[in-house]
C-alpha cells in the first residue's frame, strides 16, 4: 500500500462514506422514480409510449458504457476529482430534463444522466483508498443498503409527488440535494492519487460501449417484435462481433480498460457471474411485482394498486437491504465467504418461489420484497468485499464497475425476457397476461437463482488476504 493511500485513511474516514452515500442515494432515487412516472411523461410532453420509453432506455445504455470508462479512470486518476466530474455531469443532465418541453430534450438530458451509473465502482474505489481496514466492508455495506433502500423510496414518492407537483419536481427536487452534496464533497472528500499508472483504452471502450448497446438493444425489442426477428438478431449479431473484439483487445494490450487476466482469478470470475445471475433473478420483483400488483382486482390475482401503492410493495426490499448490507462481515466472520453468499442468493430464491403464492394475496408481495432485500444487502455487500479483498488496488474501481455491468445486462436480459412471457399468455380476449404467464416468470426467476446459488459453493469458505497495491 502506498503512503499517500495510507495517510488518507487517516483524514476524517467517517465523513466521506456519509457523503458517497448521499450522492449515491440521490442519483438512485431519481432514477427510480422515472419508471412509474413514464405514463404522465407521455401525457405532458404529448409522446408516443415508444419515444418516452427511450428516456429510460438512454440512460441505460449510457450507463453501460459510461461504468468500466469511469472503474478504469479511476485507476489512474485521482478519484477525487473523477467523482467532482462526475456529479458535475449529472447535475447539468438533471437540468436538462427538469427544463425539457420535448421528450427529445428529457431524452437527451437522461442520457447524460447515464453517466451517473459509474458513481458506484468510483464510490468503492474511494471507500478503498479512504477506509481503515476495519471500516472498508461496513461503509461498502451502508452503501449498497442505502441506495436499496434509495430506489424503493423513489418509486414511492414518485406517484406522491406527480398527484401534487409536475413531472419537473422528480428533477428539481434532488438537483437541489445534490447540488448541495457537491458543495461538499469538494470540502471534505480528501484527494486520491492515483493507485496506479497507464491510459485509458479507448478502443477497447468503443468495442466494448458498442457491443453492450447493441446487445442492450437488442434486448429492448425482443419482447415486441420477437426473439426470432431480424431486429434481434441483427443487434445480437453485431454484439457478438464487437464484444469477442473487444476481448481480444484487452488480452493483448498494455493498459486495458478491463484486465481480463486479472480477471482469472476464481473468486473474481464467480463473483461476476454471480452478479450477472443475481441481476437476473430478481427481474421478477422489481419488473413483474409492479405489472402484477397493478393489474384490477377483478382478474382474481391483481390488486388495483395505483403508483403509490407499489412503491409501498418495494419498500421492505430496500428497508432490509439497509438492514442487512452493514451485518455482512459479521455474518461472513460465522458463516465465512462462501457461506454468505450461498444465503444470500438462496434468499433470492426463496423470494422468486414465495411470489407464487401472490395471486391476489398483497401480504406475499410484502414478505417477497423483504426477503429478497436481505439477499439483495448481503450479495452484494459480498460482492464488493471480494473485490476489494482480492483485486490490486489499483484495479479495484474498474473490476467493481465490470461486476456492476454484468449485474445490469442480466437486469436487462431478465427484464426483456419477463415481459416476453408475459405478452406471451394473455387472458383469452384481453391483453392482461394470465396468472399461468406470472408463475412461469417466477419459476424462471428462481431457476436462475439457484445457478447462483450452485456457483456461490464454489467460492473459498475464506478470502484471502488483501493483495497491496
Not at 4 to 25: K, Q
Not at 203 to 231: C, F, I, N, Y
Request: aromatic share 6%; charged share 10%.
Amino acid at each position: 500500500m502506498t503512503a499517500e493511500v495510507r495517510s488518507i485513511r487517516t483524514a476524517r474516514p467517517g465523513a466521506t462514506p456519509f457523503i458517497l452515500t448521499v450522492v449515491l442515494s440521490v442519483y438512485t432515487a431519481l432514477e427510480a422514480m422515472l419508471i412509474p412516472a413514464l405514463p404522465q411523461i407521455r401525457a405532458d410532453l404529448d409522446a408516443s409510449p415508444q419515444a418516452v420509453t427511450w428516456a429510460f432506455t438512454g440512460l441505460l445504455l449510457v450507463g453501460a458504457v459510461a461504468t468500466p470508462v469511469i472503474g478504469r479512470l479511476c485507476d489512474v486518476a485521482d478519484k477525487r476529482r473523477v467523482l467532482i466530474a462526475v456529479v458535475a455531469v449529472v447535475l447539468v443532465g438533471i437540468v436538462v430534463s427538469a427544463t425539457a418541453n420535448s421528450v427529445g430534450q428529457l431524452i437527451a438530458g437522461q442520457m447524460i444522466q447515464g453517466v451517473g451509473a459509474g458513481l458506484q465502482p468510483l464510490a468503492i474505489g474511494l471507500l478503498n483508498d479512504t477506509q481503515p481496514a476495519n471500516r472498508l466492508k461496513p461503509a461498502i455495506g451502508l452503501i449498497v443498503g442505502s441506495t436499496a433502500l434509495a430506489a424503493a423510496f423513489g418509486l414511492l414518492a414518485s406517484g406522491w409527488i406527480i398527484s401534487a407537483l409536475s413531472f419537473t419536481w422528480l428533477f428539481w427536487i434532488p438537483l437541489t440535494v445534490m447540488f448541495i452534496a457537491l458543495v461538499v464533497v469538494c470540502q471534505i472528500v480528501p484527494d486520491c492519487p492515483a493507485a496506479g499508472s497507464g491510459s485509458i483504452d479507448w478502443l477497447g471502450a468503443v468495442l466494448l460501449g458498442s457491443g453492450l448497446v447493441a446487445l442492450l438493444l437488442g434486448l429492448t425489442v425482443a419482447p415486441e417484435h420477437g426473439w426470432t426477428s431480424a431486429p434481434f438478431l441483427i443487434r445480437v449479431a453485431i454484439a457478438a462481433v464487437l464484444l469477442p473484439l473487444f476481448v481480444a483487445r484487452e488480452l493483448r494490450t498494455t493498459h486495458p480498460l478491463i484486465d481480463l487476466r486479472g480477471l482469472r482469478n476464481r473468486p473474481v470470475v464467480l463473483t461476476c457471474v454471480v452478479a450477472f445471475v443475481v441481476g437476473f433473478g430478481t427481474f421478477a420483483l422489481y419488473v413483474v411485482v409492479p405489472s402484477l400488483a397493478s393489474l384490477p382486482k377483478s382478474t382474481g390475482y391483481g390488486l388495483g394498486a395505483d403508483t403509490a401503492t407499489v412503491g409501498l410493495l418495494l419498500l421492505p426490499l430496500g428497508v432490509f437491504a439497509l438492514a442487512s448490507s452493514p451485518l455482512t462481515p459479521h455474518a461472513e466472520r460465522i458463516l465465512g465467504t462462501r457461506g454468505v453468499m450461498a444465503l444470500s442468493t438462496a434468499l433470492i430464491v426463496g423470494s422468486s418461489l414465495l411470489l407464487l403464492l401472490a395471486d391476489g394475496k398483497a401480504v406475499a408481495l410484502y414478505l417477497s420484497s423483504a426477503v429478497c432485500g436481505i439477499g439483495i444487502g448481503l450479495s452484494t455487500t459480498q460482492s464488493m468485499n471480494i473485490v476489494v479483498s482480492v483485486v490490486p488496488a489499483d484495479r479495484t474501481a474498474s473490476v467493481a464497475g465490470t461486476a456492476f455491468v454484468l449485474r445490469s445486462v442480466g437486469a436487462t436480459l431478465g427484464g426483456q425476457i419477463g415481459a416476453s412471457v408475459l405478452a406471451s399468455d394473455p387472458v383469452p380476449g384481453t391483453p392482461i397476461p394470465s396468472w399461468d404467464a406470472y408463475t412461469t416468470t417466477f419459476v424462471i426467476s428462481a431457476a436462475v437463482g439457484m445457478i447462483a446459488l450452485v456457483l456461490s459453493v464454489a467460492l473459498p469458505r475464506r478470502l484471502p488476504t488483501p493483495v497491496p497495491a
